[in-house]
């Protein structure tokens, strides 16, 4: 399998270990389903909160924060195994994965790691915190 075949490979595994899946909401907040992110080729080793907003076009003054994948997977990996498929599959697959919070009670989560052929893979969510 080649590198380019290796990168689509990753991406159909990531749509389907997000199916079904919801992000679920901080007491009784909405949950959001993951969706998969289109690749995109840098040639950098991890993407700055700069980078992140200018690639989804969003506006440079919105707050990013930037938290562990561990924080965000929380105790989910260990309660489910959709989840564990997914965290797993996220740590297995991508190197310098990380993990960008944008916004503020609705917020959008990123999160991007590197593929094998250096472009930038991942998945997306809402979560949303009043």
Known sequence: MGKKDK??????QLQDAVK???????????SYPLAVLKPWKRSMLAISKAELLRHFGLASGVLVEEVSVEYFFGDLPNKRSD????????????SNTQVFRVGETIIRVYIIGR??????????TKVVET
């Open 7 to 12: 990168a689509a490979d990753i991406c159909a």
């Open 20 to 30: 079904g899946i919801r992000y679920p909401g901080a007491g009784g907040e909405r």
């Open 83 to 94: 989840w564990k498929t997914l965290y797993d599959l996220l740590l297995m697959e991508l």
């Open 115 to 124: 593929g094998p052929t250096d472009e930038w893979l991942g998945i997306r």
